[in-house]
């Protein structure tokens, strides 16, 4: 398996609310031998002084294409992915999330997502690709 984090070089790109106590972390993540076999997107952490422990996730992406039953994938919780199809374009945006209100907003890719922070619920999505005829369900670039 592997992981990266745009974090580990841009510290924009990672969130810590000290008030809820959430970090936030953008993520990419294989999972050779799982279902779909990759994850990326945004994690959201737990942090007490006891500990981090891993609150959920928000994928921006799945790796064959296909909206699924997020509960089949190992470490998904529930929550569909907002990009369906394989789009390419040479722009894409940065990752970063913000929160206001409790709305938990992750941008990275072609998407835009809102996810409510405590209730885990898609509140909106835009994709920046909806209007990109150049797709194809043949892989992930």
């Known amino acids: ?6 974090a ?4 924009k790109a990672f969130r810590f609310l000290p008030i809820a106590k959430k970090l936030i972390i953008p993520s990419k993540i294989g999972y050779p031998g799982s279902v779909n076999g990759f994850f ?8 007490s002084p006891f ?5 959920f996730n928000v994928s921006h992406v799945v790796e064959d294409g296909n909206r699924v039953n ?3 994938i190992d470490g998904i919780d529930g929550i569909e992915p907002a ?3 394989w789009c390419w374009y040479s722009a894409y945006l940065q990752p970063r999330s913000l929160v206001h ?14 996810t409510d922070l405590y209730t885990r619920i898609r509140q909106w999505e835009l994709n ?3 209007d990109n005829n150049d797709c194809s369900n043949d892989g992930y670039w």
């Not at 580990?8 to 510290?11: E, G, K, L, N, T």
Request: charged share 20%.
């Open 1 to 6: 398996s592997f992981s990266s984090s745009a």
């Open 8 to 11: 580990q070089y841009d510290p």
């Open 40 to 47: 990326d997107g945004f994690q959201v952490f737990d942090v």
């Open 51 to 55: 500990g981090i422990e891993y609150s």
């Open 70 to 72: 997020a509960e089949e």
């Open 83 to 85: 990009v369906t199809t």
């Open 101 to 114: 209100k409790g709305i938990l907003t992750t941008i990275k890719g072609h998407t835009v997502l809102a």
């Open 128 to 130: 920046l690709d909806s």
